[in-house]
């Protein structure tokens, strides 16, 4: 066991004579050589007292950087792409291509910004962005039909115009094919063409047949034609038709032709005995 060592004795006092007295240390009580630390525990908590001992004042602490709102960027910008989608989608036409890219960005911003906790603004940026997707395609489902058969419509009319005029400025090129028809078979036979038949010809077996036609431009233009050959019966019946088409044949040019190649062997002796002739005679250029 440790003692404190013994104090330093106090200056001895002076008697009257000058001559110093011998010191008593009996009658001088022991004194401290220096003072008790403050304690650091507080003793009204120590053991025994029922609460956990508390200790002295704590060490300083710094605090930390500040903490700022978090930073909702993601979720502004969503929200405003989602208004303007929205705004875009209403447009008939135009609205969807630009309104689904722009609902499809809000979206998924807004939900980045869900799960990032920026609150209202990421919830207003989903909701704007699945609006805009949804109006611009309900738009455009129900405007494309109409806005489809309206261009055809267009295209349609703009196509017949077209073909009117063309007509019109052939017809004002060419005043000879005006109203050559086949209500006008005679005018076309007289001032046109001349046409003539050979002789009809069957083989053997009746499978093989043909009557040779000759075409002769006798106009002084090119033409291109059409004509409907009819084999007529002696009690004056139609026996049989067929056809022939002509294109640019120059004027004083000729050009054979062959009709009836192929038909019903029930036909061939009528054939035989028919007579032809040109039923109907069509110009075009």
Excluded: C, W
Excluded at 97 to 115: D, S, T
Excluded at 198 to 207: E, L, M, N, R, V
Excluded at 251 to 279: M, R
Aim: glycine share 8%.
């Amino acid at each position: 066991m440790s003692t404190n060592p013994p104090p330093y004795p106090p200056y001895p006092p002076q008697s009257d004579e000058g001559g110093a007295e011998p010191p008593n240390f009996a009658q001088q009580p022991p004194q401290r050589p220096y003072m008790d630390p403050p304690s650091l525990v507080d003793e009204s908590n120590t053991p025994g007292s029922g609460q956990p001992p508390q200790f002295g004042t704590p060490a300083y602490q710094y605090p930390g950087p500040p903490q700022g709102p978090g930073k909702t960027t993601a979720s502004t910008v969503g929200l405003v792409l989602g208004i303007i989608g929205v705004v875009s989608a209403l447009a008939p036409v135009i609205g969807a291509p630009l309104a689904i890219p722009l609902g499809i960005v809000a979206l998924i911003l807004g939900i980045l910004g869900i799960r990032k906790k920026h609150g209202p603004k990421a919830i207003a940026s989903t909701i704007l962005g699945g609006v805009a997707i949804i109006v611009a395609i309900v738009m455009f489902a129900a405007v494309y039909p109409a806005l489809r058969s309206t261009v055809e419509a267009g295209v349609i009319a703009a196509s017949a115009n077209n073909a009117s005029t063309q007509a019109e400025n052939s017809a004002a090129a060419n005043p000879a094919s005006e109203g050559i028809d086949e209500e006008n078979t005679d005018e076309v036979l007289n001032n046109y063409l001349s046409v003539s038949f050979g002789t009809f010809s069957a083989s053997d077996d009746g499978y093989t047949t043909s009557l040779p036609v000759t075409i002769k431009n006798i106009s002084s233009q090119k033409l291109s034609l059409s004509l409907t050959i009819a084999a007529t019966g002696k009690d004056g019946s139609q026996v049989d038709t067929d056809s022939i088409s002509v294109d640019d044949l120059e004027p004083g040019q000729s050009t054979s032709q062959t009709v009836f190649s192929f038909v019903d062997p029930s036909k061939v002796e009528p054939l035989k005995a028919a007579t032809f002739k040109v039923s109907s005679a069509s110009i075009y250029s």
